[in-house]
């Protein structure tokens, strides 16, 4: 995720998120004002409460951006249209914000009550706000006014958060966790196990399939579907898409001067920290480990100085990225971190040149040297002109992408023409070469209208999607053929494959039902019986299954299997695998346990804060009357 962020630092700017997100860290879509719209006042109404169109837009457009970025940066940029549609963020932000209603309500009901004091204490412990490791007014004042907020609609937003903490805080004081529990949790959760399977896999009875001519001829005249050869199709085709009409578009200073001047907070750069860091790591995750981790991490630190720091995190540093540098992990700044990471209040406290005192996080014993800073400053509009004229380029060619892919169209006179008009326009023909028109070379539709079409004929320009970008394709049917089903004898290779397979898993289905009947359930009676392997597993964790056990696809399947002992037998079944199991080994580390089980114990009470939670919402939602502007869940509307 660093590398991420180092090579889009430059364009990275800080929003403050009111709501349930905090800070957040964007930049790939800065220049994205948010895709919902809608011109009524009020959005939804939670019994008497109304929330404002103006208020779910500001949400909506704050997961959309905390999402989109979260998506870009694990799969590298590449977010599609569908990616952002199977979030449902219209809906998850209609549910945050009612949500948040009913519990704010509740708690008030129930007399939780939140001063000023609170408030203050809630905001100065905030990194974001301090200064040397101290909270600062001027800083305070300085964010809110970089994210266009002032501090009366920021410290109500805080006054509510707290309500809503204060509400579970209140509930956790009535849940209670006992040691016997969290042991129970820790061994279910946190064992490795070993386990011994046989597997009914449908290839293990294809021997045993038996067929003659007959067999064979019926299921081929049955499942004639089957064995039809699609209709194809040979598409000769040019692409009109961004990247070839961006740099035709001219853009003129006065046009990127108005952009700069009405996108002011997309140009600031928060902050920056130059950070160097010795990390050690335990040898494992016991007691013992962290200790001597620990130890060394002190010895270490003794030593240091500025002056020496490269050398020795080249020396001792566990980290395989930054100790080859010295340690360097370049230009960070707060918003980078989650807000309760231990990382970013020790680095972000430290004064330039300093050093900090070895510290434990997740990694291990961590050692932060501050090397350098760099001020909050906004990007120069010279410094920016040049990705400003690329957006503003891709803004005016997108509106223009069909009136250039029609003039083309329309200099193609004949089919002789195509490949000459095309070189003359520089842009690239394709040639897609006989394929079925359910193949995903080119959208289904053009397929099907280029089989429908008479060869040599120009069709387009039609409008296509790809990577989230649209796309004119000017295309003609070079060649085709029509669907057909080949003779019984022609394929009859292929009737016996798809025979052998279709009998195969009904004889793999008759012995698992057979044998789920009998019991005990025996696993080397059942491998005898029937031909097959007894397959062992390594020692493996519910965080690291076993791939080649397919039931571990079903999360419910893991959950059940790891809560069982030593010797249980049981059966599963996922996709088309039945498998019976039994489990051999089973192993926790206590010491590990003894190390976190205070750990475990606040993340189980966090659970059962959570469930009572949604108990909670459920009651108060089916008490309530809540009315939707139906437009807004609607995934489908135009965004």
């Known amino acids: 995720m660093l590398d991420f962020f180092r090579k889009h630092r430059k364009y990275f700017f800080v929003v403050l998120v009111i709501a349930t997100l905090s800070f957040v860290a964007g930049g790939a879509y800065l220049y994205v004002s948010g895709p919902f719209k809608t011109g009524q006042d009020v959005a939804i109404k939670v019994g008497s409460t109304k929330i404002s169109t103006q208020e779910y837009l500001n949400t909506y457009n704050q997961l959309y951006s905390f999402y989109s970025n979260l998506l870009a940066q694990m799969k590298g940029g590449n977010v599609t249209e569908q990616d952002i549609k199977n979030l449902h963020l219209k809906q998850k932000t209609a549910d945050l914000l009612i949500d948040k209603v009913l519990l704010l309500k509740e708690a008030k009901r129930e007399g939780i009550e939140v001063t000023k004091e609170d408030i203050q204490k809630n905001i100065e412990k905030n990194p974001v706000f301090a200064e040397n490791g101290k909270f600062s007014k001027e800083k305070y004042l300085l964010v809110l006014r970089e994210n266009h907020l002032k501090p009366a609609e920021f410290e109500n937003s805080i006054k509510n958060d707290l309500y809503i903490e204060k509400l579970k805080d209140s509930m956790a004081k009535k849940i209670n966790i006992t040691d016997d529990m969290v042991k129970k949790y820790f061994i279910d959760n946190f064992s490795n196990i070993k386990l011994s399977y046989v597997d009914f896999d449908a290839s293990a009875f294809a021997k045993k399939v038996s067929y003659n001519d007959s067999d064979l001829r019926n299921y081929y005249n049955k499942n004639k579907q089957e064995f039809m050869e699609p209709a194809m199709v040979n598409v000769k085709y040019a692409a009109v898409d961004v990247s070839y009409v961006a740099p035709k578009e001219k853009i003129t200073e006065d046009e990127m001067k108005k952009f700069y001047d009405a996108h002011p907070q997309s140009f600031q750069m928060p902050a920056m ?174 397929l099907q209208k280029a089989y429908e079409a008479t060869t040599n004929t120009l069709l387009g320009p039609d409008e296509v999607k790809a990577n989230n970008s649209t796309a004119y394709l000017i295309y003609e049917t070079v060649e085709k053929k029509n669907p057909y089903l080949p003779d019984f004898d022609k394929i009859k290779d292929k009737v016996v494959k798809a025979y052998t397979k279709y009998k195969a898993k009904e004889l793999a289905k008759e012995a698992f039902s057979q044998t789920i009947a009998k019991k005990p359930l025996d696993l080397q009676k059942i491998a005898a019986q029937y031909g097959l392997s007894i397959q062992t597993t390594p020692m493996f964790s519910k965080m690291n299954p076993d791939p080649n056990f397919t039931c571990f696809n079903k999360p419910e399947n893991i959950d059940f299997i790891f809560k069982q002992a030593v010797g249980f037998v049981g059966l599963c079944s996922a996709n088309s695998d039945n498998y019976v199991y039994k489990i051999v080994d089973k192993k926790a580390d206590m010491n590990m346990f003894e190390q976190y089980k205070n750990q475990l114990k606040a993340q189980m009470k966090d659970e059962e804060v959570n469930k009572s939670l949604d108990n909670l919402l459920k009651t108060l939602k089916a008490n309530t009357k809540i009315v939707i502007n139906p437009q807004i869940v609607n995934e489908s509307s135009n965004q």
């Open 273 to 446: 920290y130059e950070l160097a860091h010795i990390l050690i790591k335990p040898k494992a995750n016991s007691k013992q480990d962290m200790q001597e981790a620990q130890k060394k991490a002190e010895e270490i630190y003794k030593q240091l100085t500025p002056n020496n720091f490269e050398q020795l995190a080249q020396q001792y540093s566990n980290d395989p990225y930054s100790a080859p540098k010295g340690g360097v992990l370049g230009w960070l700044y707060p918003a980078m971190f989650k807000p309760d990471s231990t990382f970013a209040k020790v680095a972000f406290s430290l004064k330039k040149g300093e050093i900090s005192k070895p510290f434990e996080t997740q990694l291990g014993y961590e050692i932060v040297y501050l090397m350098d800073t760099k001020p909050s400053q906004t990007v120069s509009f010279n410094e920016a002109k040049p990705y400003i004229e690329k957006i503003l380029q891709m803004q005016k060619a997108q509106d223009n992408l069909f009136r250039e892919s029609k003039r083309i169209a329309l200099m193609i006179k004949s089919p002789s023409d195509f490949d000459k008009v095309c070189k003359q326009e520089g842009l690239k023909v394709h040639q897609t070469g006989l394929i079925a028109i359910n193949s995903d070379i080119l959208p289904q539709n053009i």
